[in-house]
């Protein structure tokens, strides 16, 4: 566990509790978004009880989150007087069923997990008919399959049976806080029976219900971002050293969080999320898909939307590549007592724009429609020029084409314009990656005041929910700021332009018939 502070002796400070895939960390803002304490432990004690598999123990989750609030005090016991409230964000589609006394009846299935149910669940045969006539019947049975819930059903009938709620991790933070079983309308992302149009349950007539192995009661009560969910317990207030009745305000997942800690929160600002899952999202007052019946997602502003395209296993490939590649980095890292990044950030620049040659796409782990469930990733161009060097860029490039492809699908379906970036995520304190990234999509591109965009946006939820700014906008014009901006440079851009245009967009649909043979004789069905 590592505690960071900053001297500050203010009046009113939200307290945001974000647990996100790699840690749980509590941090202090201001009214003006300084980040003026933070506490942050890492999460290693995953358990993989078979290939694909990721599952995390609840009791532990909280454990770790009770801990780091603590830590703020062990560093500035004097701020903790003027924390007006508490704010959860989490790491989104991570799951778990409690019993009705609130005890966790397995360990959390993690968004990462690759698990499946057989075969999809019997549904009324107009549904059936209706989804074949739009062509999406297969997005039906993949979302049926994947669904943990679905999987609880099949393979731990008991823990199905005992089920008294179906928690996401928002959820259970929400529970062991205040007591109740209650979530925030913008927490709701998942393999779940929600309406992202109405941002509300399914209702009773809706195919959801027929598609998931749960009912309308194992549903946690729904509430708006910056409802009062509750107070502190007593035995929360003594978990996480804070005054019992704490009010506990409703926030958002954290990629929410994050694009409106990055102040994107107009429809021409593209939010790009350079975390495990690489993202890029808009907000805005329309429901717009950015694929059919891939819906948007709540977004922290009440009634909005984050229209989103994402990449599994996103800046995961950056850390693939440090464990597999880049030990000679960290162990001079070490040795020059410089934080290993500012080494791969060498690496980068020593290759010039476009990797010579060198092509990724970065599809390590399959999507829904597009990419689809057999794909994969794929690099072309090698030659006897390639190294190391090359390849680390022509992951990131990779990521950025990607997004790019994505942003311009959301821009079609949208009818917008994106004018200019945001970035946030461990992989924008790369400036390597930010040039890039502004080269890729000729765009201004921006890093937000603070790496801690997450938490930052759920403080914004918790000033305006508490009264203490006027409305999302104001708070949003007062806490947030732009850091530094990458302007593209026109060089890279057109040399980016072209092999995104005539290499990267005709890779995938050439290769896709080869990634359906190799799933079938890898996993025969």
């Given amino acids: ?197 109405r941002q509300d349950w399914a209702a009773s007539w809706d195919w959801k219900w027929q598609a998931l192995a749960t009912t309308p009661e194992q549903m946690p009560e729904l509430l708006p971002v910056g409802s009062t969910i509750g107070g502190l317990t007593r035995e929360a207030a003594a978990a996480c050293g804070l005054p019992e009745g704490l009010p506990v305000i409703a926030g958002a997942a954290d990629k929410a969080c994050e694009i409106v800690g990055a102040g994107a929160i107009t429809p021409d600002i593209g939010a790009l999320s350079y975390g495990t899952t690489a993202t890029i999202d808009i907000t805005t007052p329309r429901y717009v898909e ?72 970065p599809y390590w782990t399959p999507g829904i429609r597009h990419p689809g469930p057999d794909a994969r990733g794929a690099v072309i161009g090698f030659s006897d020029v390639h190294t190391r060097a090359h390849l680390y860029r022509a992951i990131l490039e990779g990521l950025a084409y990607a997004l790019r492809e994505g942003a311009e699908r959301i821009q079609r379906r949208g009818k917008t314009a994106i004018t200019s970036l945001r970035v946030s995520g461990g992989g924008s304190q790369s400036d390597a990656a930010l040039q890039l990234t502004a080269d890729i999509f000729n765009l201004p591109t921006s890093r937000p005041h603070t790496y801690e965009t997450s938490g930052l946006g759920a403080a914004i939820a918790g000033a305006v929910g508490l009264g203490l700014h006027r409305d999302h906008a104001s708070a949003v014009a007062a806490m947030t700021r732009l850091g530094q901006t990458f302007e593209p440079v026109p060089a890279h851009a057109e040399r980016y332009e072209a092999l995104y245009q005539r290499v990267y967009k005709r890779m995938y649909e050439p290769l896709r018939p080869l990634y359906a043979e190799l799933q079938d004789i890898l996993h025969p069905r």
């Fill in 1 to 197: 566990m590592t505690a960071e502070t900053t001297p500050a002796h203010p009046d009113e400070l939200i307290l945001s509790l974000d647990c996100g895939t790699q840690s749980v960390r509590a941090l202090l803002f201001d009214l003006q978004g300084r980040l003026l304490a933070k506490c942050q432990q890492s999460l290693d004690d995953y358990v993989s009880l078979q290939e694909g598999w990721l599952e995390h123990d609840a009791e532990a989750f909280w454990q770790a989150a009770s801990g780091v609030c603590r830590g703020l005090w062990q560093t500035h016991p004097q701020l903790k007087a003027a924390v007006k409230g508490l704010v959860v964000t989490t790491q989104r589609g991570s799951l778990v069923p409690v019993d009705a006394g609130g005890q966790a009846l397995r360990p959390f299935i993690i968004w990462l997990d690759q698990r499946r149910a057989s075969r999809a669940r019997p549904m009324a045969p107009w549904w059936r008919l209706a989804f074949k006539a739009a062509r999406v019947d297969g997005t039906i049975d993949y979302f049926s399959r994947e669904a943990e819930i679905n999987w609880i059903a099949e393979h731990e009938p008991e823990v199905a049976r005992r089920t008294h709620k179906l928690l996401l991790l928002s959820g259970w933070f929400h529970y062991k806080l205040t007591g109740r079983f209650a979530d925030s309308v913008a927490c709701q992302v998942g393999y779940l029976p929600f309406d992202f149009k």
């Fill in 290 to 361: 950015a694929l059919p019946f891939i819906p948007p997602y709540p977004a922290l502003l009440p009634g909005q939307y984050n229209t989103e395209v994402q990449i599994f296993r996103g800046y995961w490939m950056v850390s693939w590549f440090k464990e597999q590649f880049g030990h000679p980095e960290c162990v001079a890292a070490g040795e020059q007592g410089v934080m290993p990044e500012v080494l791969f950030d060498q690496l980068v620049r020593a290759v010039p724009p476009g990797s010579e040659g060198l092509m990724l796409q």
